[in-house]
């Protein structure tokens, strides 16, 4: 692995924007190095999420269907804030946080 992960910052995902402001939530920002402190890299790569920043389609329906960040032991379980909480993950900007 040639990233330190210690360089790691939070990761916004707004590819989805539009969806997420028809839905009246906004961009999610995922905290990457709280995620690093609570497991192990290989718990979520590249099983859960490849490890590339943009390349994971995450859609709301896959989290409930147990992928990405609804997946075993994470967003749909007892271990973590369930995925009803839209405002834990999502902002309320509406609008793009990246540059
Ligand atoms: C709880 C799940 C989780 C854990 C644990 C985790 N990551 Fe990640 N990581 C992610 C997510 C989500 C992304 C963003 C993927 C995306 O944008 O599609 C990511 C992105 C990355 C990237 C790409 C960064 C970039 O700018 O392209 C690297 C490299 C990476 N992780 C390495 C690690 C390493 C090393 C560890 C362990 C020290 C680790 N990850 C632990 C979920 C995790
Ligand atoms: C555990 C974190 C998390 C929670 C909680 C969460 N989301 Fe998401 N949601 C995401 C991520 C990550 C994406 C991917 C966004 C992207 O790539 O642009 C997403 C995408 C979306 C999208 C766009 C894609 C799609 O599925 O249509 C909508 C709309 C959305 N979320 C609505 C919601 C609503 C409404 C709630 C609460 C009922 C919610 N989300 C709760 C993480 C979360």
Request: overall charge negative; charged content about 25%.
């Amino acid at each position: 692995m040639s990233v330190n992960a210690d360089e790691i910052k939070d990761i916004v995902f707004e590819s989805k924007v539009a969806d997420m402001k028809k839905a009246g939530v906004g961009p999610v920002i995922f905290p990457h190095k709280l995620h690093e402190q609570l497991y192990p890299c290989k718990g979520c790569h590249p099983k859960i999420f490849i490890e590339k920043k943009g390349v994971n389609e995450v859609t709301m329906q896959q989290n409930i269907d147990g992928k990405y960040c609804g997946a075993a032991g994470c967003h749909n379980s007892a271990e973590a804030f369930p995925l009803y909480l839209c405002d834990k993950c999502h902002t309320n900007t509406h609008e793009p946080l990246d540059q």
